[in-house]
């Protein structure tokens, strides 16, 4: 792609990852080259099984790949422990899951100051910024509720503002609006690239729907381990 290597917030080099399943060695990915530059959407598509949470999982840190190499705003995540990985997911990155993964016993207000308190970035400031995205994300009336008292719209609302409130460099998005009805999906999907382009953090986006993928700038195909461009 030849993009300037300063500019690029992720970097993954021949990655491999291969699980180990009943004795017999499963390959999933075979060879994932992949940059991203500052404030650049990439989607991700590919069927069913084909690798999408496993490569989004391994570039954000979630879990280590069999070989290769990631480069996430410059730390080769090869050369840090587990705690180091976690604390540098913690500022520099936002992970959106299709099942929102909200803390159940917390508010929306609190889920989504939680990554402020893991992170020790808890300031008036903060928490103020806590108030206004989820307000942004229609939700004003909604700080005190609880996962359960949600519809999952409004869960995924919150699972974004969870996932920006620490002004991310990047954001992974497993199928964010895979479980919604298709209405509900679009209006998330409007607001939460809305906030992406304001925040200018960069977004990688899996999805089986080319219509989410049609509003990335990059657009790859996982298929048989390998990426393809589309
Ligand atoms: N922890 C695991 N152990 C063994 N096999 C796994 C594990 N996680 C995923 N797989 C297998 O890896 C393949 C890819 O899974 P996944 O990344 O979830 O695909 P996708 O998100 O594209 O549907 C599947 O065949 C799945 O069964
Ligand atoms: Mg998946």
Known sequence: MNKDIDSLVLICNSLHKSYVSA?????????INLEVGLGE???IVGSSGSGKSTLLHVLAGLDRPTSG???LDGHVLSGLND???CALRNKKLGFIYQFHHLLPEFTAYENVVMPLLIG?????????FARHILERLGLAKRLLHYPAQLSGGERQRVAIARAVINNPKLIFADEPTGNLDNHTG????????ELQKELKTSL???THDPAIAALTKYRYRLKEGSLYSE
Not at 23 to 31: A, E, K, R, V
Not at 120 to 128: I, M, R
């Open 41 to 43: 959407t990439v989607s």
């Open 120 to 128: 020790g970035n808890v300031s008036p400031g903060n928490k103020d």
């Open 83 to 85: 705690d180091q990985v």
């Open 186 to 193: 679009s209006q998330v999907l409007e607001i939460f690239f």
């Open 69 to 71: 190499e990631i480069i």
């Open 23 to 31: 004795d017999t060695l499963l390959p999933i990915l075979q060879g």
């Open 204 to 206: 990688v986006i899996v």
